[in-house]
Every structure is written in C-alpha cells, then in structure tokens.
Nanobody, 119 residues
Framework: VQLQASGGGLVQAGGSLRLSCAAS????????MGWHRQAPGKEREMVAS???????NYADTVKGRFTISRDNAKNTVYLQMNSLKAEDTAVYYC??????????????WGQGTQATVSS
C-alpha cells in the first residue's frame, strides 16, 4: 500500500490550496482518512479527519477555513484550505486507516507535502 500526496505549494496569505492524497495497492476498504501537519520546531498536530460515513472533525485553528472530503471510489482524501494564514505553513501529512483482505486496519502515512503561506 502506498499513499501519494500532492497539491502543496507557495501562496499568499488569504489564498487557497487544495491537497490530495491517493492510496494504491491491495486495499479492501478505508476507514478513517485524515491530515496532520508539522511546522518547523513544532510537534505534528491533527488538522482534520473524516470517517467512512462522512463524519468530519477539525482542529479549532482551521475550523471554518479548511474542508476535508473523500472519494471512496478513488481511495482519495482532499483538504481544501481557504483563507490561509502564515501560521498554516507546514508539511502536511495524510493518513488512511486501511483494511486488506484478512488484515487491518493499519494506518498508513503519505510522504508529506509542503504548504507555505507568505504574509
């Protein structure tokens, strides 16, 4: 199983970015999907998560600005980030709780994608 994240980049404060993370491999289904981030000198923190049923959870710092969604047919999770602030600058990591045939769930992590917000 592999997770491939994309969509990071450089944007001015107030702008938007959309991150994607697609899973591939021997996958039967995916439970929870989510995003964490890690800023320089700080610990990794949860940003948003979404269950297989579509229930979402957000960190207080991103509520009202970020939206997480998923496409089960594509094994993909998205993070739409609007009204970005300099403090959103971080490496963003996706994670999927994956079940295979006769195993799991196991949490897999993507490689990380850098989002930089200039003030």
């Amino acid at each position: 199983v592999q997770l491939q994240a994309s969509g990071g980049g450089l944007v001015q404060a107030g702008g938007s970015l959309r991150l994607s993370c697609a899973a591939s491999g021997n996958i039967r289904n995916i439970n929870q999907m989510g995003w964490h981030r890690q800023a320089p000198g700080k610990e990794r923190e949860m940003v948003a998560s979404i269950t297989s049923g579509g229930s979402t959870n957000y960190a207080d710092t991103v509520k009202g600005r970020f939206t997480i969604s998923r496409d089960n047919a594509k094994n993909t999770v998205y993070l739409q980030m609007n009204s970005l602030k300099a403090e959103d600058t971080a490496v963003y990591y996706c994670n999927h709780g994956i079940r295979g045939l006769g195993w799991g769930p196991v949490t897999y992590w993507g490689q990380g994608t850098q989002a930089t917000v200039s003030s």
